[in-house]
């Protein structure tokens, strides 16, 4: 079993930046390929970046938040955060932070295994 507890989510104006946590516990987080989604009132979750378990951690984003979000983790510090920068009133929503025991990244939400609670993070334009 792994526990996920995100962090860091609020009220921002649009242009502003955000960082999410999403601090792990229960298993070894290394062995993890995490990810973050998100889920808009009346929308189905969407995927929003992942981070590889290889030691070069390699990223994968959606076209959506290319360029603008930054995805990391700390092994260390079993965490995965979520750098948000330039945030638009369409990156609103309810932000997620997953896991899967595999070393592949992969888009469907459906293949992760692990999903935390959430947090809110509302941009107001």
């Known amino acids: 079993q792994v526990q996920l507890v995100e962090s860091g989510g609020g009220l921002v104006q649009a242009g502003d930046s955000l960082r999410l946590s999403c601090a792990a516990s229960?298993?070894?987080?290394?062995?993890?390929?995490m990810a973050w989604f998100r889920q808009a009132p009346g929308k189905e979750r969407e995927f929003v970046a992942a981070?590889?378990?290889?030691?070069?951690?390699?990223?994968y984003y959606s076209d959506s938040v290319k360029g603008r979000f930054a995805i990391s983790r700390d092994n260390a510090k079993n965490t995965v955060y979520l750098q948000m920068n330039s945030l638009k009133p369409e990156d609103t929503a309810v932000y997620y932070c997953?896991?899967?025991?595999?070393?592949?990244?992969?888009?469907?939400?459906?293949?992760?295994?692990?999903w935390g609670q959430g947090t809110q993070v509302t941009v107001s334009s």
């Open positions: 997953a896991a899967k025991g595999s070393v592949l990244i992969t888009v469907p939400s459906r293949d992760y295994t692990y």
């Open positions: 229960g298993r070894t987080f290394s062995d993890y390929t």
């Open positions: 981070i590889a378990i290889s030691r070069r951690s390699s990223t």
